[in-house]
């Protein structure tokens, strides 16, 4: 329906249930992740010492995905019950948060989600815990992540 160098927007009426539903993806990429070739490599692999956890920046990634999804926890319980879902998950470019629901308060929830995401404040407690779930994370799940930058 409508496509323009950052944006791309479909539109299908559901003709079968003719139930009132909708699915919203929005990418954030950030641009330091593909500035050049030695940029995504750095992003993928230089062990980031902020914090002196010495985790690779593909983790950091991941644990803001983390941090972001826990600290929505009980909020997204309630929307799940209202029939609204999301995923706030990681790309090798940035970020992706995908909403599904009923259309008339899909934008509620993506609202809540970018401003949590803007606005994140980490406990100290929920950071040990998220970050121990990230490290948890398979050899082979870090292969199949590697290969499909490659």
């Given at each position: 329906?409508y496509?323009?160098?950052?944006?791309?927007?479909?539109?299908?009426?559901?003709?079968?249930?003719?139930?009132?539903?909708?699915r919203?993806?929005?990418?954030?990429r950030?641009?330091?992740?593909?500035?050049?070739?030695?940029?995504?490599?750095l992003?993928?692999?230089?062990?980031?010492?902020?914090?002196?956890?010495?985790?690779?920046?593909?983790?950091w990634?991941?644990?803001?995905?983390?941090?972001?999804?826990?600290?929505?926890?009980?909020?997204?319980?309630?929307?799940?019950?209202?029939?609204?879902?999301?995923?706030?998950?990681?790309?090798?470019?940035?970020?992706?948060?995908?909403?599904?629901?009923?259309?008339?308060?899909?934008?509620?929830?993506?609202?809540?989600?970018?401003?949590?995401?803007?606005?994140?404040?980490?406990?100290?407690?929920r950071?040990?815990?998220?970050?121990?779930?990230?490290?948890?994370?398979?050899?082979?799940?870090?292969l199949?992540?590697?290969?499909?930058?490659?």
């Amino acid at each position: 329906m409508y496509k323009s160098p950052r944006t791309t927007l479909w539109h299908k009426k559901d003709d079968q249930f003719w139930v009132p539903k909708a699915r919203v993806i929005v990418e954030m990429r950030t641009p330091v992740a593909i500035d050049s070739p030695a940029a995504s490599v750095l992003t993928q692999y230089v062990d980031n010492m902020v914090l002196g956890l010495g985790l690779p920046a593909e983790y950091w990634y991941r644990l803001y995905a983390e941090l972001v999804t826990d600290a929505l926890n009980e909020y997204s319980y309630d929307a799940d019950l209202a029939g609204l879902t999301y995923l706030f998950e990681v790309s090798c470019l940035g970020f992706f948060v995908t909403i599904t629901g009923y259309n008339d308060k899909l934008h509620v929830l993506l609202r809540d989600v970018l401003v949590k995401a803007k606005d994140l404040e980490v406990r100290a407690d929920r950071l040990a815990v998220m970050i121990e779930e990230v490290n948890d994370v398979s050899p082979d799940t870090r292969l199949m992540s590697l290969t499909f930058i490659a």
